[in-house]
C-alpha cells in the first residue's frame, strides 16, 4: 500500500453540501483518492470534530474518510425545521450523492447509529449502493424503557427523564455541555483537554434544536428495523458504557 502524502492527513478538504430544503451541511474529506471510504456520523450533541483522534489513523491505512456536522450541530446550519432523526438520514443520503459516494462503510456513534437504521427504513442499504457496511457504536435499539424492554438509556428513557434534559440544555447549556462530555466518557482514561474539546464542539449546537431532537431520537424504535439489513454490520458494545446497559447495545448485533 502506497504511502498516504502527510499534507492529506494534517489538512482535510472542506466543503459545503445544500439538502433538499436547503440546509447547507459542512463537511472535511481525508485522503480524497483513498481506496474506499468511510464516512463518520456522529451522536447527538456532537460535531464531526468529535472524530478528531480516528480520522487521520484511518486515512492513513488509505481510506478516503468524510465526516461532516449534521443541521443543528457543529458549524451547519441551524434551521428551524427538520427535527428528526428521519430527516437526518435523508441529509445523510443528500451528503453521499452530491459527494458520489458508493459502497461507503458508515460508521455511527450514538445517535449516529439511529441515522443509519433511519436510513435503512427510508432507502433500504442493500437497494441504495451507497452504503455498502454498517458500523455502530454504543446506541441501543430504543432509549426509551418500556413495557418489555428495560435496556434503553439511563440518562434519558422517558417523558420525565427528557424533561429533565432539555431543562438542563436549556437552562445553562455550557454546564450541560461539559457535564454531558463527562458523562459520556470514561473520564479516568480521556484526557482533559479531550472532554474540554468535547465540550466546546457541543458548544456549537443549537439548544432548542437538541431539545426538539432528542424528544424525536429517544422515542425512536429500532428493533424491528434491524432485521431488515442485507449489508454487513460491526457492532460495537462497551461494558463501561454510562449511557447504555451493555445488554441494550448488544441486540443490535
Not at 447547507?24 to 483518492?33: G, I, R, S, T
Not at 434519558?156 to 438542563?168: E, G, I, T
Request: include cysteine; hydrophobic fraction near 40%.
Amino acid at each position: 500500500m502506497a504511502a498516504v502524502d502527510d499534507a492529506l492527513l494534517r489538512r482535510p478538504l472542506t466543503g459545503k453540501v445544500q439538502t433538499s430544503d436547503g440546509i447547507q451541511l459542512v463537511y472535511d474529506m481525508y485522503n480524497p483518492q483513498g481506496r474506499s471510504t468511510v464516512v463518520l456520523v456522529h451522536g447527538w450533541s456532537g460535531s464531526r470534530k468529535y472524530w478528531s483522534l480516528n480520522v487521520r489513523e484511518i486515512a492513513a491505512a488509505g481510506h478516503r474518510v468524510v465526516v461532516y456536522d449534521q443541521r443543528f450541530h457543529g458549524d451547519s446550519d441551524r434551521p428551524k425545521h427538520g427535527h428528526s432523526v428521519a430527516r437526518l438520514a435523508a441529509d445523510l443520503k443528500t451528503l453521499l450523492e452530491k459527494l458520489e459516494i458508493r459502497h461507503a462503510c458508515c460508521v455511527g456513534a450514538s445517535m449516529g447509529a439511529a441515522v443509519l437504521w433511519s436510513y435503512q427504513e427510508l432507502f433500504g442499504t442493500a437497494a441504495d449502493d451507497r452504503i455498502g457496511s454498517i458500523v455502530t457504536v454504543d446506541q441501543a435499539p430504543l432509549q426509551n424503557i418500556v413495557p418489555g424492554w428495560r435496556l434503553g438509556s439511563t440518562g434519558c428513557y422517558d417523558r420525565y427523564s427528557l424533561a429533565l434534559l432539555q431543562s438542563a440544555v436549556r437552562a445553562d447549556f455550557a454546564k450541560f455541555a461539559q457535564d454531558n462530555a463527562a458523562f459520556c466518557c470514561d473520564t479516568n482514561n480521556v484526557k482533559p483537554e479531550v472532554l474540554e474539546m468535547l465540550a466546546v464542539e457541543t458548544m456549537k449546537a443549537d439548544q432548542e434544536g437538541l431539545c426538539r431532537l432528542m424528544e424525536d431520537h429517544t422515542a425512536n424504535d429500532w428493533r424491528d428495523i434491524l432485521s431488515t439489513i442485507t449489508v454487513p454490520c460491526l457492532n460495537f458494545v462497551g461494558k463501561g458504557s454510562q449511557v447504555f446497559p451493555w445488554e441494550g447495545t448488544l441486540c443490535c448485533a
